[in-house]
Structure formats: C-alpha cells, structure tokens
C-alpha cells in the first residue's frame, strides 16, 4: 500500500512541475519570445540570453614527482687474487709434470724446471686475462625528480545568464562572449557573437 501511495506521489509531483514548466514556456513563447532580457536574432527566430559572467575553470599544476625505474646495472666482479697465485701455482704444478714426463736424467729435471716456469706463466696470464673480464649483473633502482606542469590551465567556463528574469548557469568548453543562444531558456544551444 505505501508503494502505491509513493508512486501516486511521484506521479502527481512530476505532472505539477511539467504542467508549470510548459506555463512557463507558452508565457515565454507568448510575447515571441522577447522578454525582458532575451533578443530575437535574424536567423530563424534564434533567442538570446544576456551573459552575466564568465568564469574560468582552472585545472591547477601538479607538484613535483619522483619517479623510479630499475635498471640492470654490469660491473667487473671484485678480485680477490690480485696476485693470481693459484693461477701461477695450478700452471707450475701443471707444466712440472707434463715436462716430467719427457726425456731422462738431467734433461728430464731441466725439462721439469722449464715446464714448471713456463706453466706458471701460462697460469698466471690464463688467471689475470679471466678476472679481467669477469662481470656480473645487479638491478639497481634509478630514482629522479620530474616537474610537474606549468601554471594553470583553464579546462571550461562556468557561464551565468539571465533569461526572461531568470539566471542560470551552465558549464561550457568556451567563453560564449556576451549573448548565449537559448532554446525555451534553460539549455545553451550555441555561442552568439
């Protein structure tokens, strides 16, 4: 029951304001539509409303912000035998043996002694030549300051206008100049210059 009593409420509610609405209008279309604030134009009968006042809308600038980014970062891995000692130890030990293993007697431990000094060699370069181009990747996070936008930008008007002795406002996407086109008075069809 009360929600037929509601929707009869409603009904009745929005039948009133059509009713004053269109009284509105037929007084307003009576007279030609010339009022006390509106003008006809030449063209087709077109109504005009007085601009009352124009105000920007400004969409103010953004503050300053920090924006990051990880980037991947390559490095020489630290050396920890700067001297490559094992490298020269490793080639020795590796060079002695194989010059072991040729001829006899004297010329056996002298071919031991120059394989040992040149494996060395051989080691230490093979290890400095390695650490020199040994690298690792890391991920490292890159952080830097961006400027905002500059000064205010206007966005739309906020347009006053009166009618037929009433003022309205409506929202425009630009400054309509002194007389705003209406139709039956309340909605802005154009701008009149």
């Known amino acids: ?38 003008q006809q134009g030449g ?9 009352i006042s124009v105000t920007p809308v400004r969409e103010q600038a953004t503050a300053p912000q920090q924006v990051c980014h ?18 020269t130890a490793i ?9 072991n293993q040729v001829g006899g007697g004297k010329g056996r431990t002298l071919a031991t002694v120059a394989g040992a000094v040149g494996g060395g060699y051989a080691g230490h370069e093979i290890q400095a030549n390695h650490q020199a181009n040994a690298t690792q990747q890391t991920t490292q996070r890159r952080c830097s300051t961006v400027a905002g936008s500059a000064g205010d930008k206007v966005v739309a008007y906020d347009v ?25 008075g309340v909605v802005a069809v154009s701008d009149a210059h």
């Open 1 to 38: 029951m009360n929600k037929l009593v509601m929707t009869a409420l409603h009904v009745g509610v929005s039948a009133a304001l059509v009713l004053s609405l269109s009284a509105c209008n037929r007084d307003a279309n009576a007279d030609g539509g010339v009022g006390a604030m509106a």
């Open 160 to 184: 006053s206008y009166e009618y037929n002795g009433v003022t309205r406002t409506v929202r425009m996407d630009h400054d309509p100049g002194d007389r705003l086109q209406v139709q039956e």
């Open 70 to 87: 990880d980037e991947v970062v390559t490095t020489h891995k630290p050396v920890q035998d700067t001297h490559q000692i094992a490298g």
């Open 43 to 51: 063209q087709g009968g077109a109504k005009y409303a007085r601009v």
């Open 91 to 99: 080639g020795a030990v590796a060079g002695g043996l194989l010059g």
